[in-house]
């Protein structure tokens, strides 16, 4: 069984502040998906990550996939209040004609001012 | 932009009822999805279909949920008995084709109240 484990689980950092979210994944797969969830919201997708050694970057988020290392890194770059929210990341792996996402955990961010 | 579109936003139930819920998918999409997230927690996958069959299925997806595409445009997801423990948002994806080069788009859920 797949495993999508992401850390940490909760993040409280200031305002202006540098940080990480690591998502480790257990199965071979090269597809990877970034997304933020405010409280009662729906998903909205950041980054979609199609290759090893991708990385995507879209305002103070950047995003890498390392498919060896089974290792996808969210790098938030001076971090503002309106970055807080929960993020996910969601492994997509294809068994026959089907496939689906396996979401991790789940990284509740607060920034603080 | 096409965008998946489910309804209602909200459903209120009383244990044991049925509901369905519905996905109107993006027009050339082939490949559908129903995940759940209980509140609180993560999204988890249900089912996936494809070519008008259940393609797979996860421990949720038990006798109790169906999924049916109608009329080649809805998507649904059927629970016949709700539980409380059914109470979740439920969001429907649909994908273009061929998995290595196409990406799961989501709807905006259906947050389902089962009192």
């Known amino acids: 069984e797949l495993k999508v484990e992401q850390n940490p689980l909760f993040l409280s950092m200031q305002e202006g502040k540098n940080y990480t979210i690591y998502c480790n994944y257990s199965?071979?797969?090269?597809?990877l998906y970034w997304y933020r969830q405010d409280p009662g919201k729906s998903l909205e997708s950041l980054f979609v990550?199609?290759?090893?050694?991708a990385v995507k970057q879209e305002g103070r988020l950047m995003a890498s996939l390392d498919t060896k290392a089974r290792l996808s890194t969210l790098h938030i770059t001076a971090a503002v209040h309106d970055l807080s929210a929960t993020y996910f990341c969601?492994?997509?792996?294809?068994?026959?004609?089907?496939?689906?996402?396996?979401f991790g955990t789940g990284t509740r961010l607060q920034v603080t001012l | 932009e096409p965008e998946v579109t489910q309804t209602p936003s909200h459903q209120v139930t009383q244990m044991g009822q049925e509901v369905i819920l519905r996905c109107v998918p993006i027009?050339?999409?082939?490949?559908f999805y129903w995940y759940r997230q209980i509140l609180g927690q993560k999204v988890e996958f249900l089912v996936s279909?494809?070519?008008?069959?259940?393609?797979?299925k996860s421990e949720i997806f038990d006798d109790q949920f169906s999924v049916e595409r109608p009329d080649g445009s809805n998507f649904t997801l059927k629970i016949r008995s709700t539980k409380l423990e059914d109470s979740a948002m439920y969001f429907c994806?649909?994908?273009?084709?061929?998995?290595?080069?196409?990406?799961?788009?989501f709807g905006a859920g259906t947050r389902l109240s089962v009192l």
């Open positions: 027009s050339n999409h082939l490949y």
């Open positions: 994806a649909s994908r273009e084709g061929e998995v290595a080069k196409n990406i799961q788009y």
């Open positions: 199965t071979t797969s090269d597809r």
């Open positions: 279909f494809y070519n008008n069959e259940i393609s797979e």
């Open positions: 990550l199609l290759s090893n050694g």
């Open positions: 969601a492994v997509d792996t294809e068994t026959g004609t089907a496939s689906k996402l396996t």
